[in-house]
Every structure is written in C-alpha cells, then in structure tokens.
C-alpha cells in the first residue's frame, strides 16, 4: 500500500532548463495537490487536479509552469526556463475526495544552479 | 481573508513538558483544521484534525483545542519526547469552493533532555 510517490527526490537544473517533476498519487486517490516549500517557510498552495482536469491553479506562476493528470500515468508539474528563485521543494498530496485529508509524498528538492 | 498565523516560531521544551502552538485564522468559511508534522527531508504528515463542531480532540499525547469566537485553534503535546522534534505546521481549509489547504509558517520544535 504505497504512499504517495515522487520523483525525483532530488534535481539540478541549470538556469533556462526545463524542470519536470513526477507525482504518483495513493491508489485510488483522485484528487492532487501541489505544494510549494521554501527553506524555513510553510507551504504554499500551487495547483489541484483532478484526473485530466485542472480545478484550481490560482496559486502557480502564469508564466513557465504548467501542471497535468492525465487519464494514464502520475501527475507532472513542468517547469520552463528555470531561474534561481524556483529552487524549493516541491510537495505533492493527494486525497480520495474533498473531505479527506492530504497524504503528502516526500517530495522534489529542485535547485537551479 | 486566506491567512493562518502560528506561533511561535520555534519552541524548546524540556523532556516530558508540555509543548504548546498556536494558529489563528481570519475567513470564517474555513471548516477542517489539520495539524502536520515533518521531519527534516520528508513530507508533511497528518497529526490530528479537528472540525469547529468540537472545541477539543486528543489522540493520545496529541490535543487540538478549537475556539471558534475567538477563531483560534493550538495544539498542544502532552509528555513531550526528543522524537517529537519536528516542525509542526497548522493549516485550514474550507468545504465549499476549492479544497485547497492554507498553511501557518511552521513552528520547529526541540525537546531537550
């Protein structure tokens, strides 16, 4: 009974880079949530999905992020042309329904060099 | 409208104290208070959680207390062990609308023997 599932747990990218991180939500669980960590902060919202549909991304960049759940396969947050201020950790979550609560995964820890 | 604060910032409490955090909210829509703990290079986790139909909840060594007038809410760790040090963070969020989680700023916790 895997937990949520993120990958990569770690991830360097150079500054203009494309950033791709992975998440796989509890089985079953159709709701995803993406989170956003920077060092000695909380966690701030970015985007919830639900299977191929994007509910509410009023927390993501307009520009250079984009997030998907797909029918098939784990949910992507994608990042373009990456820039110093994007290194964080990157938290996915996911719930069987809106009355649940979250199941968090580890994490990705971008650093843009 | 969207925020929770918590306090303090970070706590040092001896072995076997009681160890107290508060939050405080402001959009009264908000209806499920969760409290996660997270340990360095991991996710958040689920504590405990509390609805305002209740003023208190305890699991174990672990008591929310809820005071909806004063829109309040503390956790509080009785018997406080070195493995409780974590950062521990409160979040709110309300049913209706989107189901995102609104997170205080994290309190780091240090039990000392």
């Known amino acids: 009974n895997a937990g949520v599932m993120q990958n990569p747990r770690h991830l360097v990218r150079r500054r203009g880079q494309e950033a791709r991180l992975r998440c796989s939500p509890v089985?079953?669980?159709?709701?995803v949530y993406w989170y956003r960590q920077l060092p000695e902060e909380g966690l701030k919202f970015m985007v919830y999905?639900?299977?191929?549909?994007?509910?509410?991304e009023s927390g993501m960049p307009k520009e250079r992020f984009s997030a998907e759940f797909p029918k098939e396969g784990p949910s992507i947050l994608r990042i373009q042309q990456v820039v110093r201020g994007d290194s964080a950790a990157y938290f996915c979550?996911?719930?069987?329904?809106?009355?649940?609560?979250?199941?968090f995964g580890s994490g990705t820890r971008l650093t843009v060099v | 409208q969207q925020q929770v604060k918590q306090s303090p910032q970070s706590l040092i409490v001896q072995k076997g104290g009681i160890s107290i955090i508060n939050c405080a909210y402001e959009?009264?829509?908000?209806?499920?208070f969760p409290w996660y703990q997270q340990f360095p290079g991991k996710g958040p986790a689920l504590l405990i959680a509390i609805r305002p139909d209740v003023s208190e909840k305890k699991e174990g060594r672990f008591t929310i207390s809820f005071n909806k007038s004063a829109k309040q809410f503390s956790l509080h760790i009785m018997d406080s062990q070195p493995g409780d040090s974590a950062t521990y963070f409160c979040?709110?969020?309300?049913?209706?609308?989107?189901?995102?989680?609104?997170f205080g700023t994290g309190t780091r916790l240090t039990i000392i023997p």
């Open positions: 979550a996911s719930s069987p329904s809106r009355d649940y609560g979250y199941t």
């Open positions: 999905l639900q299977k191929e549909n994007i509910i509410d």
């Open positions: 089985k079953g669980h159709s709701h």
């Open positions: 979040a709110a969020r309300a049913s209706f609308g989107n189901e995102k989680l609104t």
């Open positions: 959009n009264t829509a908000f209806d499920y």
